[in-house]
């Protein structure tokens, strides 16, 4: 046995019982966050975890490049609220990107509002903003540590004055001004027992909606819906863009389907005093309605209701008899409408995915008429700005090899001419020398699964390359190309390939692929992803012994399940803050939003499911002449509040237990958990530099990778 693991206490008293099915769970007591035991076991794995990494050559010039390649200008789009410019930048290595202020694009940018002053460490990071309708005001949240956990503060946008009011016991919140400047509704959970700082593990049920008037304390906050019957209910209020309306969006889980009411503000003469007499418009989880814009009472949206791939349809809230609903645009025939949004008035700019590529078009709002498709290389639109009282769009691009070009388009001008406003570019990394592919290979069903390679020219494709593959395959979400310093680090100077499976459970071509990879079907993403290791060996890319499989949350199940299955295929496998105890994860947390592309194991068909890949209850020594399990390593960190740490605790335990005892394991089995630290949003670029230094580092001493210059 080449590693002492800690040793763990294994309760073998705790068996619990599903459907007369006695399954044990001898590491239960890792679900309590605060035990000694567990700080414990914690400390026993990262001192075991962090001297190996620390002996890695390749971690500290992994790291410098890092910091050296990561060091260039990162901007959103420019946004207008009111009559000044607003855009994010961060010159290269800030923690957090700030927020800029302009009085018009040629004029000078002054700081708005510094994230990076919310904290010494970094670790403080915005989470979500508003602004009144006349650019006024701001409402920002903030959160510390990684958590799910908002604050929301307010500043007076002239003179950049910071206001008293504070809402707290936020999460998974919308932020919606009435546009008479008033106030604004928001989302927050009763008081509960105990913290809630994001290490604590209790369940979030009962969200409601409020209403804040400026200017006075959260105590006196209008309740305006609530769901005593449906704690699981989650909604979230948007006004419309004439200010009329409030529109009610409500959600049961993570399924891309919801509910919509709505309210007539002309119908309160004494304004938000109460819970609103909600129209309810639509009231079954059928289909998924997202509003786009309205013309009086004539309401535009997205919707996949008997359209997988979406489609857009107008409402006349006067005459709202489905019988009398008009299709705006119909269902493309293979591309996926991602987003719509109207802009000048009368225009419509709708993003599509074709292929896992975006493409961008135009269309008028009043008939549907295609006007005109914008020019985009290869990649993904990650940003798209502008509104219905705006004259002008922005959107962003950006591809595996190109970090970012942002593009203007003034709509008053004819022709319509978009140009490049801001293109980025590397200092130190010449694309030209590299190229991307996009491959279909068949999954064990013949379905064909798009997946990207990336990799220096001209390698020879003689199985001796060390290869990256990533996956996610879940909750409706597309994994479109994007740039990733740390991956280009690693098939420069560590000779890789990088791949990109779009397996399903994704939303890469609509509702079909993401019903083809959830509930009773989820065994199809592992295989897809199985059969996209295969089709790399295959073609001489890369062999079993040089692979690494990564995923994170859901992708971080898919990697576990994947090593359990098939642990001859890598030869490493990072796995990050990942779902693993698929019996329980509806317990902590936000986890019973994910029953709806998991299932329940309290129901016994879903049961039959979950049992059979649960990352937890897989773990089986490997058949077969020489095969072992990869080398793993897990990461989480203690504020993660959306997948608990506990799920890598408990799988890590039980994974050095029963394969790290055994003589033929010589490959490691680590966990490593960051403090101050979540499940990934607002992390602060020391931190981020860091994590990558240490995976490609593991990933480089497991493999035998030497620093290619």
Same mark, same amino acid.
């Given at each position: 046995?080449?590693?002492?693991?800690?040793?763990?206490?294994?309760?073998?008293? +705790?068996?619990?019982?599903?459907?007369?099915?006695?399954?044990?769970?001898?590491?239960?007591?890792?679900?309590?966050?605060?035990?000694?035991?567990?700080?414990?076991?914690?400390?026993?794995?990262?001192?075991?975890?962090?001297?190996?990494?620390?002996?890695?050559?390749?971690?500290?010039?992994? #790291?410098?490049?890092?910091?050296?390649?990561?060091?260039?200008?990162?901007?959103?789009?420019?946004?207008?609220?009111?009559?000044?410019?607003?855009?994010?930048?961060?010159?290269? &290595?800030?923690?957090?990107?700030?927020?800029?202020?302009?009085?018009?694009?040629?004029?000078?940018?002054?700081?708005?509002?510094?994230? *990076?002053?919310?904290?010494?460490?970094?670790?403080?990071? =915005?989470?979500?903003?508003?602004?009144?309708?006349?650019?006024?005001?701001?409402?920002?949240?903030?959160?510390?540590?990684?958590?799910?956990?908002? !604050?929301?503060?307010?500043?007076?946008?002239?003179?950049?004055?910071?206001?008293?009011?504070?809402?707290?016991?936020?999460?998974?919140?919308? /932020?919606?001004?009435?546009?008479?400047?008033?106030?604004?509704?928001?989302?927050?959970?009763?008081?509960?027992?105990?913290?809630?700082?994001?290490? $604590?593990?209790?369940?979030?049920?009962?969200?409601?909606?409020?209403?804040?008037?400026?200017?006075?304390?959260?105590?006196?906050?209008?309740?305006?819906?609530?769901?005593?019957?449906?704690?699981?209910?989650?909604?979230?209020?948007?006004?419309?863009?004439?200010?009329?309306?409030?529109?009610?969006?409500?959600?049961?889980?993570?399924?891309?389907?919801?509910?919509?009411?709505?309210?007539?503000?002309?119908?309160?003469?004494?304004?938000?005093?109460?819970?609103?007499?909600?129209?309810?418009?639509?009231?079954?989880?059928?289909? $998924?309605?997202?509003?786009?814009?309205?013309?009086?009472?004539?309401?535009?949206?997205?919707?996949?209701?008997?359209?997988?791939?979406?489609?857009?349809?107008?409402?006349?809230?006067?005459?709202?008899?489905?019988?009398?609903?008009?299709?705006?645009?119909?269902?493309?025939?293979?591309?996926?409408?991602?987003?719509?949004?109207?802009?000048?008035?009368?225009?419509?700019?709708?993003?599509?995915?074709?292929? +896992? #590529?975006?493409?961008?078009?135009?269309?008028?709002?009043?008939?549907?008429?295609?006007?005109?498709?914008?020019?985009?290389?290869?990649?993904?639109?990650?940003?798209?700005?502008?509104?219905?009282?705006?004259?002008?769009?922005?959107?962003?691009?950006?591809?595996?090899?190109?970090?970012?070009?942002?593009?203007?388009?003034?709509?008053?001008?004819?022709?319509?001419?978009?140009?490049?406003?801001? !293109?980025?570019?590397?200092?130190?990394?010449?694309?030209?020398?590299?190229?991307?592919?996009?491959?279909?290979?068949?999954?064990?069903?013949?379905?064909?699964?798009? /997946?990207?390679?990336?990799?220096?020219?001209?390698?020879?494709?003689?199985?001796?390359? %060390?290869?990256?593959?990533?996956?996610?395959?879940?909750?409706?979400?597309?994994?479109?190309?994007?740039?990733?310093?740390?991956?280009?680090?690693?098939?420069?100077?560590?000779?890789?390939?990088?791949?990109?499976?779009?397996?399903?459970?994704?939303?890469?071509?609509?509702?079909?692929?993401?019903?083809?990879?959830?509930?009773?079907?989820?065994?199809?993403?592992?295989?897809?992803?199985?059969?996209?290791?295969?089709? &790399?060996?295959?073609?001489?890319?890369?062999? %079993?012994?040089?692979?690494?499989?990564?995923?994170?949350? *859901?992708?971080?199940?898919?990697?576990?399940?994947?090593?359990?299955?098939?642990?001859?295929?890598?030869?490493?496998?990072?796995?990050?803050?990942?779902? /693993?105890?698929?019996?329980?994860?509806?317990?902590?947390?936000?986890?019973?939003?994910?029953?709806?592309?998991?299932?329940?194991? $309290?129901?016994? $068909?879903?049961?039959?499911? &979950?049992?059979?890949?649960?990352?937890?209850?897989?773990?089986?020594?490997?058949?077969?002449?020489?095969?072992?399990?990869?080398?793993?390593?897990?990461?989480?960190?203690?504020?993660?509040?959306?997948?608990?740490?506990?799920?890598? =605790?408990?799988?890590?335990?039980?994974?050095?237990?029963?394969?790290?005892?055994?003589?033929?394991?010589?490959?490691?089995?680590?966990?490593?958990?960051?403090?101050?630290?979540?499940?990934?949003?607002?992390?602060?670029?020391?931190? +981020?530099?860091?994590?990558?230094?240490?995976?490609?580092?593991?990933?480089?001493?497991?493999?035998?990778?030497?620093?290619?210059?």
């Amino acid at each position: 046995m080449p590693f002492q693991y800690p040793n763990a206490h294994r309760d073998e008293a +705790v068996v619990d019982d599903y459907h007369g099915q006695k399954i044990p769970d001898p590491y239960s007591w890792l679900e309590d966050p605060d035990s000694e035991k567990t700080q414990a076991f914690v400390n026993a794995q990262n001192q075991l975890t962090l001297p190996f990494l620390e002996e890695c050559p390749v971690r500290e010039v992994f #790291k410098e490049r890092m910091t050296e390649l990561y060091d260039y200008p990162k901007y959103s789009c420019p946004f207008k609220r009111g009559e000044r410019y607003f855009h994010f930048y961060n010159t290269g &290595l800030q923690n957090q990107s700030v927020l800029y202020v302009q009085d018009s694009l040629d004029s000078e940018p002054s700081v708005f509002l510094d994230p *990076n002053t919310f904290s010494d460490d970094g670790t403080v990071a =915005l989470r979500g903003y508003a602004f009144s309708e006349d650019g006024e005001y701001l409402a920002y949240g903030t959160s510390a540590s990684g958590s799910d956990w908002v !604050e929301i503060h307010f500043l007076q946008v002239d003179g950049t004055v910071a206001l008293e009011d504070q809402l707290d016991r936020v999460k998974f919140s919308c /932020m919606s001004w009435t546009h008479d400047g008033k106030g604004l509704f928001y989302n927050s959970y009763p008081e509960q027992d105990g913290k809630s700082d994001g290490t $604590e593990t209790s369940t979030n049920l009962n969200q409601k909606l409020y209403y804040h008037v400026l200017g006075t304390p959260q105590s006196q906050d209008v309740l305006c819906a609530e769901f005593p019957d449906e704690p699981k209910w989650m909604s979230g209020a948007e006004v419309s863009d004439d200010g009329r309306y409030v529109l009610l969006s409500i959600r049961e889980g993570c399924d891309p389907v919801n509910r919509l009411w709505y309210c007539d503000l002309n119908t309160l003469p004494d304004g938000i005093t109460g819970l609103l007499p909600w129209v309810k418009l639509i009231d079954n989880f059928d289909a $998924e309605y997202e509003y786009v814009t309205n013309e009086d009472t004539v309401f535009s949206f997205k919707t996949n209701l008997d359209a997988p791939r979406y489609r857009l349809i107008n409402v006349d809230f006067a005459d709202p008899a489905p019988s009398q609903w008009k299709e705006l645009l119909p269902q493309h025939d293979k591309d996926v409408i991602v987003f719509a949004t109207c802009t000048y008035s009368t225009l419509l700019f709708v993003c599509y995915l074709h292929d +896992v #590529k975006n493409v961008l078009k135009m269309y008028q709002l009043a008939s549907g008429e295609e006007l005109k498709t914008f020019p985009l290389e290869v990649g993904s639109i990650v940003g798209f700005t502008g509104r219905k009282k705006d004259s002008e769009i922005f959107y962003y691009f950006t591809s595996f090899l190109s970090p970012a070009i942002i593009y203007h388009c003034d709509l008053t001008k004819a022709p319509l001419q978009p140009h490049v406003f801001r !293109e980025v570019t590397v200092k130190g990394f010449n694309p030209a020398e590299y190229q991307t592919t996009q491959v279909f290979y068949p999954s064990k069903d013949g379905t064909q699964i798009p /997946m990207f390679i990336v990799h220096k020219k001209g390698v020879q494709l003689d199985g001796s390359h %060390p290869a990256f593959l990533y996956g996610y395959g879940g909750f409706n979400i597309s994994i479109t190309p994007s740039y990733s310093v740390s991956r280009l680090i690693f098939v420069r100077h560590l000779g890789g390939v990088l791949a990109v499976a779009n397996i399903r459970g994704g939303g890469e071509y609509g509702e079909t692929w993401h019903k083809g990879g959830m509930l009773g079907n989820k065994q199809n993403c592992f295989t897809d992803f199985q059969c996209a290791a295969e089709y &790399l060996i295959k073609e001489g890319y890369t062999s %079993p012994k040089k692979l690494t499989i990564n995923g994170g949350s *859901n992708g971080g199940l898919l990697v576990a399940a994947c090593v359990n299955q098939r642990p001859d295929l890598f030869g490493c496998a990072v796995a990050q803050v990942g779902v /693993m105890d698929m019996l329980k994860f509806h317990k902590f947390t936000i986890g019973h939003a994910w029953t709806t592309d998991f299932g329940c194991s $309290e129901i016994k $068909e879903q049961f039959d499911w &979950l049992i059979k890949y649960s990352p937890l209850h897989n773990i089986h020594i490997p058949e077969g002449e020489g095969v072992q399990y990869p080398a793993v390593l897990l990461l989480t960190g203690d504020h993660d509040d959306r997948v608990v740490p506990l799920h890598s =605790l408990k799988y890590i335990a039980t994974l050095q237990h029963a394969i790290g005892r055994w003589p033929s394991q010589s490959n490691p089995l680590f966990i490593y958990v960051d403090t101050k630290s979540g499940h990934g949003a607002g992390k602060p670029t020391t931190k +981020v530099i860091q994590e990558v230094a240490d995976t490609y580092a593991f990933i480089a001493r497991c493999l035998d990778l030497s620093w290619i210059n």
